[in-house]
């Protein structure tokens, strides 16, 4: 099965946004990492204040949905507008559907981040499509 859940970006409020949603929605934090938890190479342009901040956290708010979010991070995403940054982020079987896909996604669009394993354990890509929208490609399973 295929999910899609909204992927919400802040200027660095993300933890103040989703500890008011927690209260909203109930339930609890399944991840929360902040960008310190980042390996120490891909740290080096962050201040100490911008280390605080949320790589990210999700939030479910459903049996089949999870809000997630995280902080902007300096110097990746600048066109980040407070209240239009919303991303889709999809999560599939295999990573020949992860490819598949955000290799259609980015016809005619940017191919922001190529697919690859990250730090976190998934096989995962970044497209922002020819309408502008970005995808958030995961698979956690290899094939």
């Known amino acids: 099965m295929t999910v899609i859940n909204p992927y919400l970006t802040f200027n660095g ?7 008011y949603y927690r209260k909203i929605f109930g339930g609890e ?11 120490e ?22 049996k089949e949905t999870i809000l997630m979010g995280s902080d ?5 995403n600048e066109k980040c507008v407070p209240g239009t940054a919303v991303s889709l982020s ?27 394993k990250t730090f976190w354990g998934a096989y995962y890509g970044l497209v922002e499509d020819k309408f502008g929208f970005n995808w958030m490609i995961s698979s956690f399973k290899s094939d």
Request: with cysteine; hydrophobic share 35%.
């Open 41 to 62: 190479k891909q740290q080096i342009n962050l201040s100490d204040e911008e280390k605080k901040h949320i790589m990210h956290v999700s939030l479910p708010i459903s």
């Open 72 to 76: 902007a991070m300096p110097g990746y």
């Open 29 to 39: 934090f399944t991840y929360i990492g902040r960008f310190s938890d980042m390996p």
């Open 90 to 116: 999809i999560t599939v079987r295999t990573k020949k559907e992860a490819d598949r896909i955000y290799n259609l996604l980015g016809e005619g669009g940017e191919k922001v981040v190529p697919m690859g």
């Open 13 to 19: 409020n993300c933890e103040e946004a989703f500890d």
